[in-house]
């Protein structure tokens, strides 16, 4: 017998294959997490505001806190969603079911006057709220100076300063 066996003893042409090919799994993964990574930073926030940089220090979290946004037209928007000063309140507590020590952070570009981001802040907690926080952009470090100055009160999230509630 001269050649291949017909047998089941020799070597036939061809053998199975008893691997498993995860190279078009692991191009797909890579593909979907290049997706994912590029729109996650585009779906945090809908309204465009340029916070102000300063250092903070990160705070634990129990749940989600509120988001008050003032753009630099000074126009008041509500996790997202335009509303006026006057209405901000009742939603606030519809929101917050009446617990008055739900987490309100409030954002404001820094094109904003001074005094609308006080009429903003002084609105939510005269409504009763007793958590309120301004929320800064927490890439930029404050000046040596500015860093050397003791806090009023310990710094609440990332990038967040504590407001004290009126007297």
Known sequence: ???????????????????????PLV???????????????LMSSAVNIDLPKVAATPI????????????AEGKVFL???????ADLIAKLQAIAKNNKDRRIF???DKGNSYGRMLEVMATI??????????????????PAAARAVPAVAPAVAPGVLPAKPAR
């Open 27 to 41: 191009d797909v993964m890579l593909v979907l997490l290049i997706i994912f990574m590029v729109t996650a930073p």
């Open 79 to 85: 996790q997202d969603e335009a509303i006026e000063l």
């Open 125 to 142: 907690i005269q409504g009763g709220f007793t958590k309120v926080a301004l929320m800064t952009d927490p890439s930029g470090a404050a």
């Open 106 to 108: 409030v954002r404001g």
């Open 60 to 71: 634990n979290q129990d749940s989600e806190p509120l988001k008050v946004q003032v753009n």
């Open 1 to 23: 017998m001269a050649g291949g066996s017909i047998g089941g003893k020799g070597r036939g042409r061809y053998r199975p294959l008893a691997e498993i090919n995860v190279t």
